[in-house]
């Protein structure tokens, strides 16, 4: 049994991947996707380019294979070698080939390359997390270092595609409540393990990494004959293994009287309240309607503006981009004569993308007296981020007052997040597609939105932006369409029982 840090990395993602992986029949894959397949093309490029840059000596082990790149990394460890790259490690059941390592002391530390950045999480008021997936790659490297007797110490580094070196103290808490990387990877090494020897045998569940994975028709056909509970939105795979025992499928809970395991606020269940499981059960009956109706659970005060904006931005998160500002307009809520405005950045450049944020800054000001409609908070983060790199643009104080209430409405957190719907998430392509709204594409994602920016970017196609350009007005049409369907829907108060 070989236990890598692609493994583990997988594994964290999705604990079935790691049986499917292992078992199922490849007849059931599917192709890798064009944004994987990009993803995989960008990180080989990012990580030549950063060696090409690092301006120190360094061994390049790279071009070697197997035994021999192994026996050269040994042999420049025993050396004493100051850097060392493509290298390779093994020892026992662990097998990790570190982008680089770099002695430090009488030791060595390893250190991944990444196209993403260092951290996760990060919002408005903090800078995120460090990443669980890339902490457990580091830990397994600093294992195979240990167990080697030439660690320098528990630690690694993630040089990420801002160009900054995120050092991951293996055994610091990643929060007050939350384990160590150290602990993450003991336990997925351990559960990866089980899983590989059959004697833990895993479910799939529906989860954000789904839509990228080669197993995803296959697992989800899985889940809806067996009437799984993470179909239903927010209801994740922890949540589903605790009510499993008790609810095993979508029948069982919609079926369920509440009244028999609640009491107050609490209910038997660990992780989830009383207005939790009542929430689920309602979503499994909408699940298993044959003519749902959604419904707001909370009272819901939509806006009234003869005047209405929606809006939607497409950014790349590996080039730190924003590079389409999109808007549909429309007046006295007449969508026949409603207009779509698209504000493109040409290139990757910080030019093109603060021409086009100036543009799309005019646009808004122009419509000053529109109530502009988005998303989640994404476009506000964005607008903030934008502001600071571009502070002629606009002030601090004019973003706040553009997502200020009265001024805009987030779709998702003011509406949605208090309503009930018969779909296996919120997104608003599911939401959209409930209410019989298409997209151009067959398979519409902002993943997929990047990638057509990549190939942009590359080739300067015509085509492959207007395909870009269409995707974001379908997307603003799609929040158009929401807004039209919330107006009609009633207030249901949730029952227990």
Known sequence: MTVSASLLFSHLCCPHRTSMDAFASPSLREPVSPFISMLWERGSLYESEVVGQLGVPFLDLSVSKGDEKEAKTRGAIARGDTLIYGGRL???????????????????????????????????????????????????????????????????????????????????????????????????????????????KTLPAACSVCGLCVWRSSCLKDMRTAGDLSLLPRLGRTTRDTLMPTFPTLKALASADLSAFL????????????????????????????????????????????????????????????????????????????QFVAVFAEDATEAAERGAFAAAWAFLSQHADHMVYYYSKHERTKYRQLQEKYPEVCSAADVEALFSPGRSFDLYYDAVFNSEWPTMDWSIKSLAKFLKFRWRHADPSGAASIEWFDQWVRTNDPTIKQRIIDYNEDDCRAMRVLVDAMREMEFETLSNE
């Open 90 to 200: 093994s020892i026992d059941e662990l097998v990790g080939e570190p982008d680089l390592l770099r002695r430090e002391g009488a030791g060595y530390v390893s250190i991944d390359i990444k196209s993403g950045g260092g951290t996760e999480g990060g919002d408005d008021d903090d800078d995120g997390k460090l990443k669980k997936t890339y902490g457990v790659q580091l830990a397994l490297y600093t294992d195979i270092l240990e167990r080697l007797g030439v660690s320098a110490g528990r630690y690694g580094y993630i040089h990420d595609v801002h160009g900054d070196e995120v050092r991951y103290d293996l055994d610091a808490p990643l929060g007050p409540r939350s384990s160590s990387i150290a602990e993450i990877y003991r336990d997925a090494k351990f559960q990866a393990e089980r899983v590989l020897s059959g004697e833990l």
């Open 263 to 338: 009491g107050g606020e609490k209910s038997p269940f660990p992780g989830v309240s009383a207005e939790s499981l009542a929430r689920f059960k309602v979503r499994a009956q909408l699940a298993l309607d044959p003519n749902p109706k959604p419904f707001f659970r909370e009272p819901v005060d939509l806006p009234t503006n003869r005047f209405e904006v929606f809006f939607d931005i497409e950014d790349d998160p590996l080039r730190d981009v924003v590079y389409l500002h999109g808007f549909v307009v429309r007046r006295d809520g007449d969508s026949a004569t409603e």
